[in-house]
T-cell receptor
Framework: GAGVSQSPSNKVTEKGKDVELRCDPISGHTALYWYRQSLGQGLEFLIYFQGNSAPDKSGLPSDRFSAERTGGSVSTLTIQRTQQEDSAVYLC???????????FGPGTRLTVL | AQSVTQLDSQVPVFEEAPVELRCNYS??????LFWYVQYPNQGLQLLLK??????LVESINGFEAEFNKSQTSFHLRKPSVHISDTAEYFCAVTSSNDYKLSFGAGTTVTVRA
């Protein structure tokens, strides 16, 4: 079956612009995660959605970052007023409830000029 | 909170030679441990995991890792590597049922003929 998909695969933007990154999880996966992979910080947890519960936003680095998950499926990560330090690969992962394994998407490479 | 230390950032190795990638974690509670692999230009894939039970876990492609609670380690080994094992390897830990992962900085393995 289809895996986790993310779009766009690459995004180049100018400093100060807003960007939206999309994640389509595996069908039936109730848990969804966003991580960031950057040269300086490695792989970092950003936010976690589980079913209809309030998301765990404890990893978001600033209030310029937000995410939503509509209908328990697709998720969008939004970065407002992008800064050069936001340049990274943003990874999405999903998981079936009560099962431990996360399946990762290919990522979106964000470059802020 | 927990953290992961991967002691080696780069590991060059000849084909058919053994390799060991070191991973140490810190946590005040029980943990689940994972090794993920990222092949060039691909997404993260689960290699193997330790949740409970036998402390020695194996993957389908010949890797194994041993959970050592007293040394807080989860080192990854393969007795004979192939060119196709060239990749970046990440150790990850979680101590909660939401499976938010904390990753190590990664170890790049380069296998040479």
């Amino acid at each position: 079956g289809a895996g986790v998909s993310q779009s766009p695969s690459n995004k180049v933007t100018e400093k100060g612009k807003d960007v939206e990154l999309r994640c389509d999880p595996i069908s039936g996966h109730t848990a969804l995660y966003w991580y960031r992979q950057s040269l300086g910080q490695g792989l970092e947890f950003l936010i976690y959605f589980q079913g209809n519960s309030a998301p765990d936003k404890s990893g978001l680095p600033s209030d310029r970052f937000s995410a939503e998950r509509t209908g328990g499926s697709v998720s969008t990560l939004t970065i407002q007023r992008t800064q050069q330090e936001d340049s990274a690969v943003y990874l999405c992962a999903s998981r079936v409830e009560a099962v431990d394994t996360q399946y990762f998407g290919p990522g979106t490479r964000l470059t802020v000029l | 909170a927990q953290s992961v230390t991967q002691l080696d950032s780069q590991v060059p190795v000849f084909e058919e030679a053994p390799v060991e990638l070191r991973c140490n974690y810190s946590s005040s509670v029980s943990v689940y441990l994972f090794w993920y692999v990222q092949y060039p230009n691909q997404g993260l894939q689960l290699l193997l995991k330790y949740l409970s039970g036998s402390t020695l876990v194996e993957s389908i492609n010949g890797f194994e890792a041993e959970f050592n609670k007293s040394q807080t380690s989860f080192h990854l080994r393969k007795p004979s590597v192939h060119i196709s094992d060239t990749a970046e390897y990440f150790c990850a830990v979680t101590s909660s049922n939401d499976y938010k992962l904390s990753f190590g900085a990664g170890t790049t393995v380069t296998v040479r003929a």
